[in-house]
């Protein structure tokens, strides 16, 4: 099976998740680029009014063809409950090239499932897994067991 991990990552915490499950299923990346400067504290809260408005942005072209690929992993963070306006703009503007899809959310605290619907409301597909992966898990490095998961699960499939 073909893979690609695609990830959006402000702080850089969701790009190490995103690495780490690259090398476990030893496939690509591809980073999403928001255009939009959301670094210091003006952009922090500005990131977080975007994401509880689902409002979408502008972001950088990617550079692979997703046509190429059979299953997608999307690593993103979230904010205020919410998907950042890049993953938004991402899924909107990719949908229909996407064939099979799961997700890997990084947060502070606990993971909001209604998150994970509204992505499926955007592109009307269920997701093969969801995985959520908090500050602590980070911390601890629980998030490695976590990500090993995804492994095992398309071993079985």
Known sequence: MNFLVIYYSLSGKTKLVAEKISELLNC???????????????????AGYDALKKKTTDIKQITKNLDFYE???LCFPVWASNVPPAIRT???NFKEKIKNISFVA???????ESMFKEINKIINKRPKFTISITKKDLKTKKYLDKIKE???FYEKD
């Open 71 to 73: 299953n997608i992993v």
């Open 28 to 46: 690509e990346t591809e980073q999403i680029i928001d255009l939009k400067n959301r670094k210091g504290f003006l952009g922090f809260l500005v």
């Open 150 to 152: 995804i492994k095992k």
């Open 106 to 112: 990084t947060m502070g605290f606990h993971a909001n």
């Open 90 to 92: 991402f899924l909107n």
